[in-house]
């Protein structure tokens, strides 16, 4: 099985130019000397001013403006990856297929669950129309163009052999899922292409208390845990694939392998919670349980770190972040301005630590990484 996510056509197809004006402008009109952040910092003035006059490319391709403003905001250093490298190349999906033939490789699915729920990604004529596409792969190509595809993550394999339906239902009711979020945190909206859309709650929220011990589950028990509400197999199985599509729930590895894994994720979060100490850079750590990144934000990391040397109590982890803090002349930024006392800041640590205690410790326990 191979995983791959590639930037993609049609989605990028207004982008492309503007992308290629960014990178001359960091190649040619840079100051020789200047570092590659300065730099984009340059195109990206550029850029606004050149789009401020009302090119009329802009006036065709609209969302090019909201584009620009957008990557103003992000990170200098994933610009530099995404945007300002020497090979970029968003391809159709026709054409990853063509080179991924050779290995004889062969498409597989979206490893994005919400690509998976049609009802929030297609109206019911596109529906229709797809359904009267029989290749395949030709349907992948006009989907995207229903859904303006812009970035594609999708499974393909080598050999593949279909399951019958009997097997493909059993094997589903015995893959586990735990919920990553406290429950009340837990929305019952999904964004898709076709935009918000507000999930049902007679049909989500009992699946939810069913996951909220943070407990991983098969599939199988939390149907026999909603079958008195009349939430068929078919509901749960939806509901998991939006739920976890939205960031609520993780897929649980075999036990076996989580217990091989956890000595690796062990080290490697001991690794960046030393980090976080001074940087905010790497937001996740590694959970065995799940095989994947788990979103805790740099006070929450050295939350962690107080309690690995010995701090038991969430004012305790409030000092000991302080400690951190005020050794680099950092201060807390609340509602857009730093605090200045020691005070102000230990309080706002010390709130976060509650909040953090309370809602996800328990969390981060259940998936081995507290």
């Excluded at 989605?11 to 020789?32: F, I």
């Excluded at 989907?143 to 339906?165: E, H």
């Excluded at 075999?254 to 905010?280: E, F, Q, V």
């Amino acid at each position: 099985m191979l995983y791959i996510s590639y930037n993609t056509m049609p989605g990028w197809a207004a982008m492309v130019p503007m992308r290629h004006l960014l990178t001359e402008h960091a190649e040619v009109m840079a100051a020789p000397g200047r570092g590659i952040v300065s730099r984009i910092d340059a195109a990206i003035e550029f850029a606004e001013k050149l789009l401020a006059t009302n090119p009329l490319y802009a006036r065709a391709y609209p969302m090019v403006v909201e584009r620009i403003k957008k990557i103003k905001d992000q990170n200098r250093h994933y610009l530099a990856h995404e945007y300002f490298n020497r090979d970029w190349d968003p391809m159709p999906f026709a054409d990853m297929a063509q080179w991924l033939s050779s290995a004889k490789l062969n498409y597989a699915c979206s490893a994005h669950y919400l690509d998976h729920v049609d009802a929030v990604n297609l109206s019911t004529d596109q529906q229709a129309f797809l359904k009267e596409v029989p290749d395949a792969m030709f349907r992948e190509t006009v989907r995207d163009f229903m859904v303006n595809q812009q970035f594609r993550r999708d499974y393909w394999v080598k050999g593949a052999r279909r399951v019958s339906v009997l097997e493909q239902a059993e094997t589903l009711r015995k893959q586990r899922f735990i919920l990553t979020l406290e429950r009340a945190e837990v929305s019952l909206k999904v964004t898709g292409a076709l935009g918000e859309a507000t999930l049902q709650e007679a049909v989500y929220a009992p699946i939810l208390d069913a996951l909220a011990d943070h407990q991983a589950k098969t599939l199988a028990q939390v149907e026999q845990a909603v079958r008195e509400k009349n939430i068929t197999f078919a509901q749960v199985l939806q509901a998991v694939m939006v739920l976890t599509g939205g960031g609520s729930l993780q897929a649980v590895q075999d036990d076996a392998i989580a217990r091989k894994a956890k000595a690796h994720t062990d080290r490697l979060n001991a690794h960046l919670l030393d980090k976080a100490r001074g940087s905010s850079d790497i937001n996740y750590l590694a959970s065995p349980v799940t095989g994947g990144g788990v979103l805790v934000p740099r006070f929450g990391q050295l939350f962690l770190l107080a309690r690995a040397n010995a701090k038991k109590q969430p004012q305790e982890w409030a000092n000991f972040a302080w400690q951190i803090l005020a050794g680099q002349g950092q201060r807390i930024i609340k509602e857009g301005k730093p605090l200045e006392s020691a005070e102000d800041n230990i309080a706002e640590l010390a709130h976060q630590a509650n909040e953090f205690a309370n809602k996800r410790v328990t969390i981060l326990k259940a998936l081995d990484i507290a």
